[in-house]
Structures are given as structure tokens and as C-alpha cells.
């Protein structure tokens, strides 16, 4: 069973979700949280496999909410649930650690696959946020040299695929390498973007300017 909990004040997402769950016999519901500050007492207390966190929440952000949980909970994922589809709540909640992004018109549909992915380990968006991601991504690649670390092809193709949210294997038969190769390949380009994690080498593509999520 995957250990799931909701913050979300809409309690038409909370029926459905709560619905969803239970029709799968895959999931237990461990909380549901209508604010911030409910939410961060209860999932400190019981910490799911999965948070599904809203961004708009009554007494705050649901992105300042993992800001705030992300080391205190190593073991947990975060899957955004939405309806915002804009580049900043995308790349903000890249930046605040969040393993997947799903829009909230996709949640009938995706919910329990997006859980069961982030929980294996993998990336989940919403196919329009992964649209954007890649206009962004290419955006990037075509922006000045001196803004961008600079990567070799392959450095370059496999970073895409890493905003895709593909694992290591993934990567590896997509691109018919192996995984032990696709690994230095991926050791190289954090060198070189100066990060430590996937989530901090696509806030630092998009956003160079800006401060890392952890530094």
C-alpha cells in the first residue's frame, strides 16, 4: 500500500481524490488537510509515501509548504495538484522540490498513475505542462552562451530528457547506452551546472540568475 495524504481546501477535489483511492486498493489515505498549518502538524506526525499539495491554499502557498517539509522529510514525494499551468508556478514548484505536477482537469484520469511514478522514483506532469517544460527547455538551449554552462550534445539531449522526468534506465534505452554511461553523463552536467540533484539542474537551466532551491 502507498501512503498517501491531500492538502487541498476544495472539497470536491478531496471527494474525488478520496473516491480515486480507495476504488484502487493501491492507496491509504493517511490525512487530509484543508490549510497550511494543518497540514504541516499532521504530515510531520505521519509522514505519507505521497503528499498531493494544492498551491493555493487559505493561509499560505502549498510551494513555501514543501519548501518547508522537503528536508525534514526525506522519504516523502510531492505531487503538485492545480489549476495552474503558467511557466512561473511551473519552474517555482521545479525549484521547491516537487516530484510531479498534474493539472487538476488530468486528475481523473492520471491521478493514480502520477502516485504510483513519483513513488518508483520517476517525474510526473500533465502532458501541456510538459509541453511548456520543453518550449522552455529549447528556449534556454538557444539563449547566450554566457548564461549557460556550456554542455556537450549529449550532455544536452540527456538533460532534456531528465526535465522529462525519465529515470537513469529510461534515459538509457532511449538513447541505447547504458546506464552506467547515462550516469557519468549526468555526474558531468551537474559538474558543469554546479547542482546536486535533477530538481536543482532544471532550476538552474531556466532560472541561471537565480539562487539554488538548497544554496
Not at 497540514?39 to 487559505?58: E, W
Not at 522519504?75 to 521547491?96: G, V
Request: charged share 20%.
Amino acid at each position: 500500500m502507498i501512503r498517501v495524504a491531500l492538502v487541498d481546501d476544495e472539497a470536491v477535489v478531496r471527494q474525488t481524490v478520496t473516491l480515486l483511492l480507495q476504488e484502487t486498493g493501491t492507496f491509504e489515505l493517511t490525512g487530509c488537510y484543508t490549510n497550511a498549518h494543518e497540514a504541516l502538524a499532521g504530515l510531520r506526525q505521519s509522514p505519507p509515501d505521497v503528499a498531493l499539495i494544492d498551491i493555493g491554499l487559505p493561509d499560505g502557498s502549498g510551494l513555501t509548504l514543501i519548501q518547508t517539509l522537503r528536508p525534514e522529510l526525506p522519504s516523502t514525494e510531492f505531487l503538485i495538484l492545480t489549476i495552474f499551468d503558467d511557466d512561473h508556478h511551473i519552474l517555482e514548484a521545479i525549484m521547491a522540490g516537487a516530484s510531479g505536477y498534474l493539472l487538476k482537469g488530468d486528475l481523473l484520469e492520471q491521478l493514480p498513475w502520477a502516485i504510483q511514478t513519483i513513488r518508483s522514483g520517476g517525474s510526473w506532469m500533465s502532458a501541456s505542462i510538459a509541453r511548456r517544460i520543453l518550449t522552455l527547455f529549447q528556449q534556454r538551449l538557444r539563449a547566450p552562451q554566457a548564461t549557460i554552462p556550456e554542455l556537450r550534445p549529449r550532455e544536452r539531449e540527456i538533460l532534456h530528457l531528465l526535465t522529462q522526468g525519465l529515470s537513469n534506465s529510461e534515459i538509457a534505452e532511449q538513447l541505447h547506452i547504458s546506464p552506467e554511461t547515462v550516469r557519468t553523463h549526468i555526474r558531468h552536467i551537474y559538474q558543469k551546472l554546479q547542482v546536486r540533484n535533477r530538481t536543482e539542474a532544471v532550476a538552474r537551466l531556466f532560472l541561471p540568475t537565480q539562487n539554488h532551491p538548497n544554496g
